[in-house]
């Protein structure tokens, strides 16, 4: 660990200003079309695709990192995981508060990870959805543990010996960032320019994250919910390689175990044989 480059623990458990969002059936469906998502009621904008729910809490997440990680690491995050829990989808002429903070981080021996958590309540004060969003500082190992992670969701490697529940093979746009960029209000250069990409490792542009989770959400939705986006209660992956522009992704599904009116399927996505979305888990309530 460097004398010099610290985590400041004072900055964990402490919330952002609230910030608010008012949602648009012309920004929903900007958001479905930017995901190529087939679902009628998310290109029509009556509701919002799942994975929308990054888009106004989106202002608040580096808040909390800002406050823990030093600035010159900045650079070097990269988003790990990214857990939702929803309690109702969002709908055209909500208005959405929303906060975040740092719950806690871990010094590893190729870099380290952080937990921000976030919540999203509507004028009633009601909850809408919570996330925990994990991010990866790489190549600087924190040397220590504070606080609390996101909460676990790993693959039952044993699952794979089984036919899967459902599997959906999709194809990603040569020019998918450019479009989901604006819709999700997400301008890192990485995703846009490639000599930016290059200069920081990657092999060129690389499709957003969440991007390619809002593939694999309608994927769930489509195969295993009838399309209703009302069903899904949890959405959870961890990023585990970068998927490029023009490139196919095949998502598999697992049945794993139910609870109640709940059924959870575990699944992963892959470009070929290489995993790029791994310890997937989806929650459907009947």
Known sequence: MSEELRFDPSGVGSWTEPTRFEVTRERL?????????????????????????????????????????????????????????FHRPIKPGDVLTSR?????????????????????????????????????????????????????????????????????????DEDQTFRYSPAAGDPMPIHLDEQVAKDAGLPGIIVHGLCTMAFTSWAVLTELAGSDVGRLRKLAVRFSKPVLPGQEITTRLWRSSRDGDVTSYIYETTVGETRVITDGLAEIAD
């Open 29 to 85: 469906a900007e958001y479905a079309a930017a995901t190529n998502d087939p679902i009628a009621a998310h290109t029509a904008g009556d509701v919002a695709a799942p994975v929308f729910a990054i888009v106004p809490v989106f202002q608040s997440l580096m808040e909390p990192a800002l406050e823990v990680v030093p600035p010159s690491l900045i650079g070097r995050i990269v988003h790990g995981e990214q857990d939702f829990r």
């Open 100 to 172: 975040a903070r740092m719950l806690g981080y871990q010094g590893l021996a190729k870099g380290s990870r952080a937990c921000v958590y976030t919540e999203s309540r509507d004028e009633a004060g009601d909850l809408v959805n919570e996330q925990y969003v994990t991010f990866f500082v790489r190549g600087f190992d924190c040397g220590e543990t504070v606080g609390e992670l996101a909460p676990e969701h790993r693959f039952d490697d044993a699952l794979r010996d089984s036919e899967p529940a459902a599997e959906v093979t999709a194809h990603i």
